[in-house]
């Protein structure tokens, strides 16, 4: 069997260099950079494409050792939303191919695509080259449709299609939970023998316990404040303006509560919030305050200063952010959707709400106020929790997906 030593990692609408938390970048950023790096360490070197979003972008740039980033030109040099790639699928599969023209016969093993848009320009890529293909599909429209918002827009029959092709074409899909491999095998009839579990991971060199105190007072809250922090992308899927809701009606119900909630991230794209008029017109300005997105150094500050981590999302593939709370000891309140009952232990290292009623959010802050004890307990077995999610994990998991489709690639070229 030929060994894995060079991957091409497709993250097309997005960069590893992007700042997670604003605009499409967010969870899959801090995913595709982490497992890259993790896997040059394992002897695998990775070259990452991605679509070209500024003038003057090199080429190639090196994220660290083993790992190159290739920007590739197609469409405007600007940064477009991610709906509208899909238009620009034979131009960046073109763009791709004008690279690995350049290249050495052999120079990737395989291809590995991220998100749907990568994965079907890796589909055309794939066959040019002659690899096998590896996906991780991350968000699925059928799953974000089945669990769509008041007011949502349903993703497109277009996405839906591709993601099926995808299924069908790709030699192996990685699904982040076992929830999501059940919904690619009951909604896109993917076999069950062609998916494989990788757990995503946290970096626990930035991400864990510390001076919870010290942080807090860098950030100027002070300790008697009942702080609460939400981070992540401004839009109606991950359900910011339902903490500031259920902020207001706490807020309502017991003043005596000196509830600080901190909102970090930005918005873009068509489901992009504008919360500062919600916190103006709920009379919440005092007690919510939004933040731009910050460095992973940065957040792991913010998540340690806080009494509770919130992710009141509508759709959630796993939650990285859930992962990085835990590991600096703070408890979660999230909702039960998606990936997140298997990033936390209901119970043990924080608390799934079932339902997105403001007043039900608010009930679960109160009552997390209410019992410190638990939350010191919660946090306690919260940070334990996340030591059994380090990237490398994630990387050897992968690695041996990888090996499993070149295996299984190869044999079928010799039958």
């Not at 998540?303 to 992710?311: H, I, K, N, S, Y």
Request: net charge negative; hydrophobic share 45%; charged share 20%.
């Amino acid at each position: 069997m030929t060994p894995v030593k060079r991957v091409a990692m497709l993250s097309l609408h997005t960069s590893p260099f992007d700042q997670p938390g604003g605009g499409d970048a967010g969870g899959m950023n801090v995913y595709v950079r982490s497992v890259a790096l993790e896997l040059a360490k394992v002897g695998i070197d990775v070259e990452i494409f991605t679509r070209a979003a500024a003038d003057g972008q090199p080429h190639i740039e090196e994220l660290g050792p083993g790992v190159l980033v290739r920007h590739v030109v197609a469409g405007p040099t600007r940064r477009v939303p991610k709906e509208v790639l899909p238009q620009l699928s034979d131009d960046l599969a073109d763009a791709i191919s004008d690279v690995t023209d350049l290249l050495s016969d052999g120079h990737f093993d395989i291809i590995h695509s991220h998100y749907w848009v990568s994965g079907i320009v890796g589909l055309t890529v794939a066959k040019s080259l002659r690899l096998p293909l590896v996906h991780s599909m991350h968000t699925m429209a059928k799953v974000k449709n089945l669990r769509l918002h008041a007011g949502g827009v349903s993703e497109p029959e277009s996405r839906i299609a591709g993601e099926q092709e995808i299924v069908h074409g790709a030699d192996r899909l990685i699904a982040n939970t076992s929830t999501e491999a059940a919904e690619l095998e009951s909604l896109y009839g993917a076999a069950a023998d062609k998916v494989d579990i990788v757990a995503p991971g946290v970096d626990l060199d930035i991400f864990h316990s510390g001076n919870r105190a010290a942080s807090r007072s860098g950030l100027e809250f002070p300790p008697e404040a009942y702080h609460v922090v939400f981070a992540g992308r401004i839009q109606k899927l991950k359900g910011p303006h339902l903490l500031v809701e259920a902020a207001a009606d706490l807020q309502r119900r017991r003043p005596d509560i000196p509830l600080q909630v901190s909102i970090i991230g930005s918005g873009s794209g068509p489901e992009a919030l504008e919360l500062q008029p919600l916190i103006n017109r709920l009379g919440v300005h005092d007690t919510v305050r939004l933040y731009p997105p910050v460095i992973p150094e940065q957040l792991a500050h913010w998540l340690r200063a806080a009494d509770v981590v919130a992710m009141p999302s509508y759709s959630e593939s796993f939650g990285l952010v859930a992962l990085e709370a835990q590991a600096c000891g703070t408890p979660v309140l999230a909702a039960n959707v998606g990936g997140l009952p298997q990033a936390i232990s209901d119970g043990r290292t924080g608390i799934l709400v079932d339902g997105h009623g403001p007043a039900l959010w608010s009930a679960a802050l109160e009552a997390l106020h209410d019992d410190a004890e638990m939350r010191r307990t919660l946090g306690s077995h919260a940070s334990i929790h996340a030591l059994a999610f380090g990237w490398q994990r994630t990387a050897l998991f992968t690695a041996q997906s990888y090996r499993t489709a070149v295996e299984q690639y190869e044999g079928a070229a010799v039958s």
